[in-house]
């Protein structure tokens, strides 16, 4: 039983499970099975609260993209034994996981759209198994903004192309897509940027926007994108009036595309490597170099402009990338997440 102060029970709160696969690998610190990433998850607790579901990565060693049949029955099972269940799904889009770029000749975009049917298949299935209720199917555009900004008025219509394209096979399988919004990928590397491409786009009830907290905070400070940073080059953060009115500019910008959501701190600063270069730094919530008030900055895109809760997401997850292996097999850690994710939904969820 709940503690009596933790009233609501939506949006359901869900773990991601890629942070044990992004930044890790051969010459790096070795992947973490998605086992152990379940059973994390399904052992956190807080006055008696505990994860309601997770969100995948269909990538190897986790999921096989070409999984079918018997291996998604497998799947579903292993996940449900924890007494979880699945929400979104990160379609491998990217050259080095057999996809290819949006914007690339059409044999690349052709590789890009078959992750995305696979992707779409495998998540259609997961919800006749039952084991899958809500969320969506996670793109970006697989490239750099360095290609893109060989000539950003094309390429940006490339991607929207590839994207419409994508929508068209989403339908089919009655799912959803969400665009991530991170500075490490071409045309979606600034809040303008993104705006402006699913505009271009145009398919709001297929395509919208995934929204997460540490990388949008990364939007205000305009590391590919100069021209369109919200806060001065050596920001004081301590002032925070100034900080709450960036995100706020943001949100308000995106949040009427926004259809999936992470809670996630960042200290402002950036790492990565390859197609990832500069994404967020992701820090556990209690982190002291974290910039980000979670449930005051979860609230500018759960509520609207006037406060008013909107209800857009049956589920939040917690994204947590590139967190070392030893602070990731760490319990504590989890139940130190799940806590301020419980704290999210008791500001700003609702009960059914």
């Avoid at 998540?123 to 555009?141: C, K, P, Q, W, Y």
Wanted: hydrophobic letters at 40%; aromatic letters at 8%.
């Amino acid at each position: 039983m709940t503690d009596e102060h933790h009233r609501n029970t939506f949006p359901k709160l869900h773990n991601a499970m890629w942070p044990g696969l992004v930044g890790k690998g051969p010459g790096l610190e070795p992947y973490i099975e998605l086992d152990t990433m379940l059973d994390l998850t399904a052992q956190a607790e807080v006055d008696g609260i505990r994860f309601d579901g997770v969100d995948l990565f269909l990538y190897e060693p986790h999921v096989d993209i070409d999984s079918a049949g018997d291996d998604l029955v497998r799947l579903a099972e292993t996940i449900e034994s924890r007494g979880l269940v699945v929400g979104s799904v990160v379609a491998p889009v990217w050259p080095n996981t057999k996809g290819g770029s949006a914007m690339g000749d059409d044999a690349t975009r052709r590789r890009f759209l078959d992750q995305v049917e696979k992707a779409c298949r495998i998540a259609r299935t997961l919800r006749e198994i039952g084991i899958r209720n809500t969320g969506v199917v996670r793109i970006d555009s697989a490239t750099s903004v360095e290609e893109w900004a060989k000539d950003p008025p094309a390429h940006t219509r490339r991607i929207a192309q590839t994207f419409r394209e994508a929508c068209c096979i989403a339908e089919d399988f009655g799912e959803r897509l969400a665009a991530e919004g991170e500075i490490c990928w071409g045309g979606m590397h600034s809040w303008r940027r993104m705006l402006e491409l699913l505009e271009l786009v145009g398919r709001p009830d297929t395509l919208g926007f995934q929204a997460d907290m540490a990388h949008t905070l990364l939007y205000m400070l305009g590391h590919n994108s100069p021209e369109d940073r919200l806060l001065p080059e050596n920001f004081d953060w301590q002032d925070r009036a100034a900080l709450v009115h960036a995100l706020a500019t943001v949100a308000s910008a995106l949040r009427p595309w926004t259809i999936d959501f992470h809670v996630a701190q960042n200290d402002a600063t950036v790492k990565g490597s390859g197609l990832h270069d500069k994404t967020g730094r992701h820090c556990l919530p209690n982190d002291r170099n974290g910039k980000l008030n979670l449930v005051a900055g979860a609230g500018l895109w759960m509520r609207d402009d006037r406060g008013s809760l909107l209800k857009n997401f049956r589920h939040i997850c917690w994204d947590g990338c590139m967190f070392p292996n030893r602070v990731m097999k760490t319990q504590e850690t989890w139940n130190t997440i799940l806590a301020a994710m419980v704290a999210v939904r008791d500001a700003h969820g609702w009960t059914e």
